[in-house]
Structures are given as structure tokens and as C-alpha cells.
């Protein structure tokens, strides 16, 4: 049982570039989250999903596009990075949204855009 | 959503138990109280959480003030690897729209030094 899991671990892009960040669970959770995280700030959030083929905006989306084809897997775009968008980006998800039940979070990706 | 207070920072000594305050005077009735940490250079771990009666687990205590205003998370006995940022969450189900996805929404936390 891996939990979540994130990769890549880092990554190094140039401004206008695009990649995609990578989140697996392997615990059957419906609900899975990309948070972004900058120096002197708590997480924020980017996306959500509550289930396989549902996404919906989170706080911060802008810049970001998302898709959970899998259940098991959320996955998160940049089509053209930019230097406001180097941060650590954790990957989160839970069995439920309510307000009982915790969620569990990825290694985090340490993304810095040139 | 409802706001947690916490301070900036506390320092304790290993082996020592550490008692990590938390003010929320504008919780709701249906509000949950979670604690999560964070070591450096990891992702957020849940520790523990509660509604009305303090809670133990493995990792911590949680007692939780009886008019709910405040809470206390308990490390019994601190280690080196308990050194992170401790934050205070109130749980927040239901989000714009009405609709249910459970934001956890992270302040400033508290950042835990334990002295060997």
C-alpha cells in the first residue's frame, strides 16, 4: 500500500514550456486534490475532483488544467509554465468530502520555472 | 469559513510532552477540528481530528475545550522526528454552490523545534 504518489519528485521548466505532474492512489478514494504551496504560505488549492471523469476549480485554477480519467489517478497540466507557477505542488485525496474524514497527501513536486 | 488562531512558534526538549494551542471562537456546530503536521520537505500528514470529546490515537491527543472555542493538541512525549509545522484545520465540507468537496484550507500553523 503506497498511499499517494507524485511524480515527478522535481522538474525544471523554461517559461512557456508544459508538462504534466502525475498523482496515484491506491486507496480507492473518490476524492483527490492539487494543492500548491509557496514559501511563508499555506496550501492552496488548484483543482478537485470528486470522482473518476469529474473535476471542478479550485482557488488558484488559473493556469492549470486537470483530468481524472482513472479513479485511481488525477492528473495535473501547465500548457505554458510560467515564473509564478515555480512552487511545490502536493497531491492530496479522501475516502469522503465530509467533514470526518482526512486526506492524505503525495511527497509533493518541487517545480521551479525559468 | 471559520478561522484558527495559533502561535507562530513553540520549542520544547525530547521526551518532553508539548501542549500546541488553537483558538477558533467562530466554529460552527458542525465544524470538525483537524490537525495536521508537516516535516520539512514532505507533504502534509494527518495526525488527528474531533468534533466534541477529546480523541486519542496513536500520535496525539486532542482536547478540545468544552464551549468549542479552542483546542489542544498533546505530544506526549516529543521526539526529534515531531519537529514540523503543526496546523490547526477546521473542516470545511461543503464549498461555493453547495456543493461537497472538503477544502481543507491551511493558515500559518505553528512551527515545532524539539531540543535533543
Known amino acids: 500500500n503506497a498511499g499517494v504518489t507524485q511524480t515527478p519528485k522535481f522538474r525544471v521548466l523554461k517559461t512557456g514550456q508544459s508538462m504534466t505532474l502525475l498523482c496515484a492512489q491506491d486507496?480507492?478514494?473518490?476524492?483527490m486534490y492539487w494543492y500548491r504551496q509557496d514559501p511563508g504560505m499555506g496550501l492552496r488549492l488548484i483543482h478537485y475532483?470528486?470522482?473518476?471523469?469529474?473535476?471542478a476549480k479550485g482557488e488558484v485554477p488559473d493556469g492549470y488544467n486537470v483530468s481524472r480519467l482513472k479513479k485511481q489517478n488525477f492528473l495535473l497540466g501547465l500548457e505554458s509554465a510560467a515564473p509564478s507557477q515555480t512552487s511545490v505542488y502536493f497531491c492530496?485525496?479522501?475516502?469522503?468530502?465530509?467533514?470526518?474524514?482526512?486526506?492524505?497527501f503525495g511527497p509533493g513536486t518541487r517545480l521551479t520555472v525559468t | 469559513d471559520a478561522k484558527t488562531t495559533q502561535p507562530n512558534s513553540m520549542e520544547s526538549n525530547e521526551e518532553e510532552p508539548v501542549h500546541l494551542p488553537c483558538n477558533h471562537s467562530?466554529?460552527?456546530?458542525?465544524?470538525?477540528i483537524h490537525w495536521y503536521r508537516q516535516l520539512p520537505s514532505q507533504g502534509p500528514e494527518y495526525v488527528i481530528h474531533?468534533?466534541?470529546?477529546?480523541v486519542n490515537n496513536r500520535m496525539a491527543s486532542l482536547a478540545i475545550a468544552e464551549d468549542r472555542k479552542s483546542s489542544t493538541l498533546i505530544l506526549h512525549r516529543a521526539t526529534l522526528r515531531d519537529a514540523a509545522v503543526y496546523y490547526c484545520?477546521?473542516?470545511?465540507?461543503w464549498g461555493a454552490g453547495g456543493t461537497s468537496y472538503g477544502k481543507l484550507t491551511f493558515g500559518q500553523g505553528t512551527i515545532l523545534t524539539v531540543h535533543p
Open positions: 475532483s470528486v470522482g473518476e471523469g469529474t473535476t
Open positions: 474531533g468534533l466534541t470529546s477529546n
Open positions: 484545520i477546521l473542516r470545511d465540507t
Open positions: 486507496m480507492n478514494h473518490e476524492y
Open positions: 467562530t466554529i460552527s456546530g458542525t465544524d470538525y
Open positions: 492530496a485525496s479522501s475516502y469522503g468530502a465530509g467533514a470526518s474524514y482526512e486526506q492524505y
